[in-house]
């Protein structure tokens, strides 16, 4: 079945320490996104890609960094320069190119949490 | 900047009756779409129901129906005899024609009771 896999389900950081979520989608979607939700909140988007070799800064960017080497795959870092890393994490995918009402597909998310 | 807006932070619904959530946005674009999306306790997000804005018909997906107001720019969507099942997190978000990024609400926290 086609899907996002997101992983870890769970992820702890230490103080001053970068750690990376993983985002693996086989729906041969040409963009992805990550997106931050704190508790009780909605989303908002730190990262997206449209192309492999390419991607945009969102409205939360700062303190994150991603790449997209490969269409199927787009890591987030989450760097020591983020200091409140503390938040549920989805990634997401949408075809790009097949017409504008596809929906974006999501993972099932990371829970990070800081030690 | 688009903005997508949800007045209701939380609603409670008895279980069998109908209820719905408000959305309304902000554009000045006449090509776009617009979604709902559940989010239940598990945390994955669901997609509930999409409506492209060059169709006057609502859509509608079982329980699930929208009423979609373009000059208003107002998408409701209404869940009928609401199931214990449908509690969530409900967002509401809109696309661009053009864009490939989505804009979401701030979402309704949706609670039926027994």
């Known amino acids: 079945d086609g899907g996002i896999t997101q992983s870890p389900k769970y992820l702890f950081r230490k103080e001053g320490q970068n750690v990376t979520l993983s985002c693996e989608q086989n729906l041969n979607h040409d963009a992805m996104y990550w997106y931050r939700q704190d508790p009780g909140q909605g989303l908002r988007l730190i990262y997206y890609?449209?192309?492999?070799?390419?991607?945009q800064k969102g409205d939360i960017a700062e303190g994150y960094s991603v790449s997209r080497e490969k269409k199927e795959s787009f890591p987030l870092t989450v760097t020591s320069a983020q200091k409140n890393p503390t938040a549920f994490y989805l990634c997401?995918?949408?075809?790009?190119?097949?017409?504008?009402?596809?929906?974006?597909?999501f993972g099932d998310g990371t829970r990070l949490s800081i030690l | 900047a688009q903005t997508v807006t949800q007045s209701q932070p939380e609603m409670s619904v008895q279980e069998a009756e109908t209820v719905t959530l408000s959305c309304t946005y902000d554009t000045s674009e006449s090509n776009y779409y617009l979604f709902w999306y559940k989010q239940p306790p598990s945390r994955q997000m669901i997609l509930v129901i999409r409506q492209e804005a060059y169709k006057q018909q609502n859509a509608t997906e079982n329980r699930f129906s929208v009423n979609f107001q373009k000059a208003a720019k107002s998408f409701s969507l209404k869940i009928s005899d609401s199931q214990l099942g449908d509690t969530a997190m409900y967002f509401c978000a809109f696309r661009y024609n053009y864009g490939q990024n989505f804009v979401f609400g701030p979402g309704t926290r949706l609670s039926v009771l027994p």
């Open positions: 890609s449209q192309i492999v070799n390419d991607f």
């Open positions: 997401a995918s949408s075809a790009s190119s097949t017409g504008r009402n596809q929906p974006q597909h």
